[in-house]
């Protein structure tokens, strides 16, 4: 994967490995590459003591056309819902001027001392907002 400037935005050219027997790119594989990219994204944001755990609680895909082999995308991660406990990323994929996916996943805040649902620390809100779009 290639990454850019801004934190969160990948182009890749869709692997043969990714696509199924029609050339069409597995539903599994733009969660994934969304997942990476989220990744990315979230290694950019402050350091903060006593940070919470984050686990994904909703998970989605809505596919406006298939991506196939070899075709070049990018992926964009963003911030679509900022929550006193949650952080909701919805990254597109584009080819060329074409929007040809949305991921949109949610995160849950939670404690790491007893796994209750946690509060989003001030200094990731603040960072959070940047990017919401």
């Known amino acids: 994967m290639s990454e850019?400037?801004?934190?969160?935005?990948t182009e890749i050219r869709v692997p043969f490995?990714?696509?199924?027997?029609?050339?069409?790119?597995?539903?599994?594989?733009?969660?994934?590459?969304?997942?990476?990219?989220?990744?990315?994204?979230?290694?950019?944001?402050p350091d903060v003591d006593d940070e919470p755990v984050y686990s994904a609680s909703k998970i989605s895909c809505m596919l406006h056309r298939p991506l196939h082999h070899d075709e070049p995308v990018i992926f964009t991660a963003a911030i679509d819902k900022i929550g006193v406990r949650s952080i909701?990323?919805?990254v597109s994929i584009d080819t060329g001027e074409e929007r040809a996916a949305e991921v949109?996943?949610?995160?849950?805040?939670?404690s790491r001392e007893d796994d209750l649902p946690a509060s989003l620390p001030e200094e990731t809100r603040d960072w959070l907002y940047r990017f919401l779009d």
Do not use: T
């Open 17 to 45: 490995r990714d696509v199924d027997m029609n050339g069409k790119m597995f539903l599994a594989s733009y969660i994934s590459y969304a997942e990476s990219v989220i990744a990315s994204f979230w290694s950019a944001r």
């Open 104 to 110: 949109e996943i949610i995160w849950q805040a939670r």
């Open 88 to 90: 909701g990323f919805l």
């Open 4 to 9: 850019s400037k801004r934190p969160g935005v």
